[in-house]
């Protein structure tokens, strides 16, 4: 945590007012959320919303949280007969998950591709707010069925969960503050020992970081929406990001910050499960079927916009 709660408030206020993210939607926990405890931030959705876009979204009357069972028997893929499937979320890794500032209420690519998961096996879906530190392990332990937060497919992490198949293509980019000229790359970024890099804790972008800088040239932060306030405060000079979050970012923030240079690494995300877990065959068969009639692209284009195409091929 950082230096006590004062700290964190000042750095939640401050967070709010940088970013505008989508209700909650990292390859990035902690309360179990009752009343959601997580980062509040404006919707981050870079493209356009489709009210009418076929995706899976309980009322707005119902528990964004505990929506209920979802689906039928009838048309289940597998039916699952209203199982109760808790979600690990961290609500502060936009588009995939975060506090929406106007409603108070979760939302975000997680949300939604859940709700589709579940109305297609007849589940019944309970999100559970974590922090991203400790949520792999948590779920390792059994703490959660799974864990939705943009998580990397690495073969140490499978070490200890198992992984759906990969629902969505991912690139590290470097974010920046808008006009940006010292360095156009990692590489220049780290010729130059005066320059700080900014990324969350236990993180693959922590990890490429390493490849690159040594540790006293990085400062990670708990949580995504910190280090890019430290990023416009000019307290980092860049943040190494997963390119679909740092569009939400660069989205609502277009005349601030900027994503440039090429990819650094190319990853695939998947949702975890604790090791041997009989949801993973039954959720990869709801990716699947998202994938081939479309449902998985529409979604990306929701939260990525024109950028998504391609990204869940």
């Known amino acids: 945590m950082h230096r006590g709660k004062l700290h964190l408030w000042l750095l939640l206020i401050l967070a709010i007012t940088l970013v505008a993210c989508a209700a909650p939607g990292n390859s990035a926990g902690e309360e179990p959320a009752g009343d959601v405890a997580g980062e509040e931030v404006e919707e ?17 009357s119902e528990d964004v949280l505990n929506p209920g069972c979802l689906g ?47 109305t297609r096996l007849h589940c019944a879906p309970v999100f559970q707010e974590a922090a991203w530190e400790g949520m792999i392990q948590a779920v390792a332990d059994g703490q959660f069925d799974m864990a939705a937060d943009g998580i990397t497919i690495t ?27 010292r360095f156009g790359s990692i590489e220049e970024f780290a010729e130059d020992d005066s320059l700080i890099l900014g990324t969350q804790t236990g993180t693959t972008n922590y990890e490429t970081a390493t490849r690159y800088l040594s540790e006293d040239r990085i400062n990670a932060f708990e949580q995504f929406p910190f280090a890019v306030q430290a990023l416009i405060n000019g ?8 390119e679909v ?44 079927s998202m994938r081939a009639d479309g449902t998985l692209e529409e979604l990306n284009l929701k939260y990525f916009g024109a950028d998504a195409e391609g990204l869940s091929s």
Do not use: H
Request: net charge negative.
């Open 155 to 181: 073969e140490d992490r499978a070490q200890i969960v198992d992984f759906s198949v990969g629902y969505i293509n991912i690139e590290q980019r470097l974010l920046v503050r808008r006009g940006e000229d």
């Open 245 to 288: 979050a740092g569009q939400g970012y660069v989205g609502e923030n277009a005349d601030q910050v900027e994503l440039i240079g090429p990819p650094i690494v190319s990853d695939q995300l998947g949702f975890i499960f604790p090791k041997g877990s009989d949801l993973v065959d039954p959720v990869n068969q709801a990716i699947e």
């Open 44 to 60: 981050p959705i870079v493209g356009e919303e489709d009210e009418g876009d076929g995706v899976a979204m309980p009322p707005a």
């Open 72 to 118: 039928s028997a009838e048309e289940a893929i597998v039916d699952l007969d209203c199982r109760e499937i808790t979600i690990a979320v961290e609500n502060a890794y936009p588009p995939f998950n975060y506090i929406d500032v106007e409603s108070g209420r979760p939302g975000g690519w997680d949300y939604d591709a859940i709700y589709e998961i579940c």
């Open 235 to 242: 307290d980092v000079d860049a943040v190494i990001i997963d």
